[in-house]
T-cell receptor
């Protein structure tokens, strides 16, 4: 049963703590992405990775870090430097079709910083 | 940078009515994707369009890739309560892996 899994579904952390969000895919997709979604708003790209051991900053990378040591995994760390980390975080992976990438999303992780 | 204008921002309709929403841009895209997001869940891909002028259906949903490559629309026929959610369009370029997302259309259906 192929898909994208994100864990946990809900995460609570104290202010000042780093926290790592998990994203795993078994779709054999090369590219993976992290987005942030705030209430009533669209999706903003944090980081993306086209291949293993390589990743690029998106539009709002400050206060976040990623790694891509395996094709299947793209964990996101929300650091204490992120000023407003409470949000809904979405992971996606993509396959290239017709010259561009069709992205598929995981179920999301809602992070609340207390 | 590239931007998408998605409209309307929200719609409140009666069950059984048809719905239409669209996205426009000043930039050309090679791909248009339409997603639906239920509350607290990730977006689910509804329709993918890869060719200018392409018209594709998925059940009660129909989407078209504008001939100018700068716009796309999504129609939902005979709406039902489970159509409630936020619908996003996304445009893809040629060499970039990045998608540009619209701000979403929130659909509410009155039974």
């Amino acid at each position: 049963d192929g898909g994208i899994t994100q864990s946990p579904k809900y995460l609570f952390r104290k202010e000042g703590q780093n926290v790592t969000l998990s994203c795993e895919q078994n779709l054999n997709h090369d590219a993976m992405y992290w987005y942030r979604q705030d209430p009533g708003q669209g999706l903003r790209l944090i980081y993306y990775s086209q291949i293993v051991n390589d990743f690029q900053k998106g539009d709002i990378a400050e206060g976040y870090s990623v790694s891509r040591e395996k094709k299947e995994s793209f964990p996101l760390t929300v650091t204490s430097a992120q000023k407003n980390p409470t949000a809904f975080y979405l992971c996606a992976s993509s396959i290239r079709t017709g010259g561009t990438d069709t992205q598929y999303f995981g179920p999301g992780t809602r992070l609340t910083v207390l | 940078g590239q931007q998408l204008n998605q409209s309307p921002q929200s719609m409140f309709i009666q069950e059984g009515e048809d719905v239409s929403m669209n996205c426009t841009s000043s930039s050309i895209f090679n791909t248009w994707l339409w997603y639906k997001q239920d509350p607290g869940e990730g977006p689910v891909l509804l329709i993918a369009l890869y060719k200018a002028g392409e018209l594709t259906s998925n059940g009660r949903l129909t989407a078209q890739f504008g001939i100018t490559r700068k716009d796309s629309f999504l129609n939902i026929s005979a709406s039902i309560p489970s159509d409630v959610g936020i619908y996003f369009c996304a445009g893809g370029g040629d060499s970039s892996y990045k998608l540009i997302f619209g701000s979403g259309t929130r659909l509410l259906v009155r039974p």
